[in-house]
């Protein structure tokens, strides 16, 4: 479904301080698959995360979306693909203050120009989904950290992208939220949605969801291990 | 077209949805922004509708009036006067006037002391000012001594009050009959403190006034478009007077504003990273900072331009009266007619609402165009 040949990205390139954080990647990922980059802090999980979900573009090599080349695209149009193809869950959730659950999750959806009453169901049936419907209208703030990953797992999945990115997804959650939190990802996989995250927590790389797991190490990938198809591991166990 | 209604729409709730999360601080900026509008346009809507008033009342005085001097100064003219007059050609209508100042030593004012022509008023009678009837709590009917500068003491019957709508330029007037005029000041018989000249073709004007000239140089015409202009620059000054009163205080709104639209807050950029990250465009995240700009320098706008309106016309400027209505005692008291200048809140708006406008999009614009990623890495 994407597929990264010969990734490179610089920091400051041409300065005093400039930093290669990859250095060649070749990568597959496959659609409706679950894959988890594992690393050491440093090594590059971040950017090659961001390349992949366009939100930055890599210093050389070629990105392809369904076969289709883009990392030379103009902002806009990567934004367009980024807001159709890409649900984000960010490592400290990155929701907006002040607002309230549900408008928080409508955000995404904004620039579409879908009417709000459509939006507002849509919102509605995904907070329902992740128990969370009672709380939709209190303001964010006011969440528990589960509760305001929920809020951005709801967000992430406005736009209804085929591809979801989620970045560090447990490091601010305790093991019983980050239990949970893979249960819905799960759910989510089994609905046939392409998940990518990044992660060194052991609760998540080893998890029975993963289907590909890519350990990098100085901006490089150092292993790929492919398992068996989910179903077919469920079965064994 | 529907979409990018809604689009709009979405964009517009956010903003909203912006400013109320901002209260104290977008509330804080609005009341200045409004009180700045409010005194800017106070000032511009009351110059102006005194300038209309006074071009109005001075629509139907004389082409030009004649003065004598002698050594500079303001002289009665002399019986032969008008005669000499009644010679150039393009003069249609002659009349001496007859007019002084008298100073009330019980409320501490001047009044103008006038003799009509165009009105009959009988010997002993006077026709008052609304501003004299205020100050001396006079009526019809109510008698009222002056001395005069001789020392004698003349007592008058008040005939009438002038109307309230003429008090911009009567305010402090008293009219009476001629022979007590003369009587009272000491004006012997055929002497006028000046004389007043229709001229029938607007052309003419100068002509005449240099014929003036030459027939009686000793004098002084003084032509209607002079005092004008005169009067034009007077209000000018004191518009001048007030904005430079008020300089510091849109100096000051001038550095509010720019801080609040110049230094985003680090909540404001993060929030404007985390909206491009989930997909909106940097012409989106503009589009929205435009609205938030033009929201509260329109309301600021329409609120301040409301006020000034209801203050100048409806409150007789109450605030500035003392710096723009002038030097006199007797303060007139006067309802202005409602007037705008389409020009002037063009300008207005010009110069209050673009700026702000602008100055928020480029902080914004520089923000906006940042990577999105940068957002993974907070």
């Not at chain 1, 609760?203 to 029975?208: G, H, N, Q, R, W």
Request: glycine share 6%.
């Amino acid at each position: 479904m994407i597929e990264l040949v010969g990734i490179r990205k610089a920091f400051n390139q041409g300065q005093h301080n400039e930093t290669w954080a990859l250095s060649g990647i070749d990568l597959t990922i496959p659609a409706h698959r679950v894959t988890a980059l594992k690393g050491p802090s440093g090594s590059g999980k971040t950017t090659l995360l961001t390349i992949l979900g366009c939100l930055a573009r890599p210093t050389a090599g070629r990105v392809r979306l369904k076969g289709e080349d883009i990392s030379g695209l103009p902002e806009r149009f990567l934004t367009e693909i980024r807001r159709q193809t890409f649900g984000f869950i960010f490592q400290q959730f990155n929701l907006v203050r002040g607002l309230s659950a549900i408008e928080n999750v409508i955000l995404p959806a904004y620039p579409t120009g879908r009417p709000r009453k459509a939006l507002l169901e849509k919102a509605e049936a995904l907070l329902a989904d992740v128990n969370l419907a009672h709380r939709r209208n209190a303001r964010v703030e006011w969440l528990s950290g589960g509760e305001q990953q929920r809020v951005a797992i709801c967000r992430a999945l406005i736009n209804d992208p085929e591809i979801l990115i989620a970045d560090e997804p447990t490091a601010n959650l305790d093991s019983q939220l980050a239990k949970e939190f893979l249960a819905i990802l799960e759910k989510l996989a089994d609905a046939g949605r392409t998940i990518i995250l990044t992660s060194h927590d052991p609760l998540v790389v080893e998890a029975a969801l993963v289907d590909r797991l890519v350990t990098l190490r100085d901006g490089r990938i150092v292993e790929t291990v492919d398992k068996p198809e989910r179903r077919i591991r469920r079965a064994a166990s | 077209m529907r979409t990018w209604i809604e689009k709009q729409k979405h964009l517009i709730d956010f903003t909203l949805a912006s400013l109320m999360r901002r209260k104290a601080k977008n509330l804080g900026l609005l009341f200045i922004y409004t009180l700045l509008v409010f005194v800017l346009a106070s000032a511009a809507l009351y110059t102006h509708a005194l300038r209309q008033e006074a071009q109005k009342a001075l629509a139907g005085s004389p082409e030009i009036v004649l003065q004598r001097l002698i050594a500079g100064r303001h002289d009665l003219i002399p019986p032969g006067y008008i005669e000499k007059i009644g010679r150039i050609r393009g003069v249609q209508k002659i009349e001496g006037r007859l007019w002084g100042y008298y100073y009330d030593s019980v409320v501490k004012a001047n009044y103008t002391f006038m003799a009509p022509r165009d009105m009959q008023i009988e010997r002993g009678e006077i026709i008052v000012g609304p501003a004299l009837e205020r100050s001396r709590g006079l009526a019809a009917g109510n008698g009222i001594s002056f001395r005069a500068y001789t020392g004698e003491l003349f007592t008058f019957i008040v005939a009438d009050v002038l109307p309230q709508s003429s008090e911009l330029v009567s305010a402090d007037l008293v009219l009476m009959n001629e022979e007590d005029f003369r009587a009272f000041f000491k004006i012997p018989p055929g002497y006028y403190n000046d004389i007043a000249l229709s001229v029938a073709n607007p052309q003419e004007v100068r002509n005449v006034a240099i014929k003036l000239l030459t027939a009686l140089p000793d004098s002084r015409p003084i032509l209607r478009d002079e005092v004008l202009r005169t009067y034009a620059s007077i209000f000018d000054w004191r518009e001048g007077i007030m904005l430079t009163l008020l300089a510091a205080a849109i100096l000051a709104f001038g550095i509010f504003a720019w801080e609040k639209a110049a230094g985003l807050s680090a909540e404001e950029k993060r929030e404007i990273g985390i909206l491009k990250a989930i997909g909106w465009e940097t012409g989106d995240v503009i589009k929205m900072k435009f609205w938030e700009g033009l929201l509260i320098s329109l309301t600021a706008f329409l609120v301040g331009y409301l006020a000034a309106y209801l203050h100048v016309f409806y409150f007789s400027a109450s605030l500035f009266e003392p710096v723009l209505k002038g030097w006199a005692v007797l303060y007139p008291r006067f309802t202005l007619p409602p007037h705008i200048d389409g020009l002037q809140v063009a300008t207005l708006f010009f110069f209050t609402v673009v700026p702000y406008t602008a100055a928020v999009l480029t902080p914004i614009w520089r923000a906006a165009t940042t990577d999105p990623d940068t957002v993974m890495r907070a």
